[in-house]
């Protein structure tokens, strides 16, 4: 039994590599704004556990609040921050 090799028009590889490089390029894009987006969280929800820490305000750090602190980043702490300064803890 001998295989047959299908031909395929140039123009139709050409439109799926172009679509192949738009995703790579996209997913890079989302990736990076997510990567930056967590850091700035992590790192905002130690500064005000430092800073804050003299006024009352002390976030517990567990596998939550740093959840919280990477997926939403900045307004993840704002969140956390409010819930703490109205008397509710998440742990």
Do not use: H, Q, R
């Not at 192949?20 to 990736?31: E, G, M, Q, R, Y």
């Not at 997510?34 to 006024?55: E, M, R, S, T």
């Not at 567990?62 to 702490?77: C, E, H, K, Q």
């Amino acid at each position: 039994m001998a295989l047959e090799v299908l031909a395929v028009p140039f123009w139709l590889l050409a439109v799926f590599a172009l679509l192949l490089i738009a995703a790579a390029i996209a997913l890079v894009f989302f990736l990076k704004k997510l990567l930056v987006n967590a850091v700035l969280g992590v790192v905002a929800l130690f500064v005000i556990n430092y800073f804050g820490a003299p006024y009352g305000i002390k976030i517990a750090v567990t596998f939550v609040t740093v959840a919280i602190s990477a997926l939403f980043g900045l307004a993840g702490v704002g969140g956390l921050v409010l819930l703490k300064l109205l008397g509710t803890t998440i742990s």
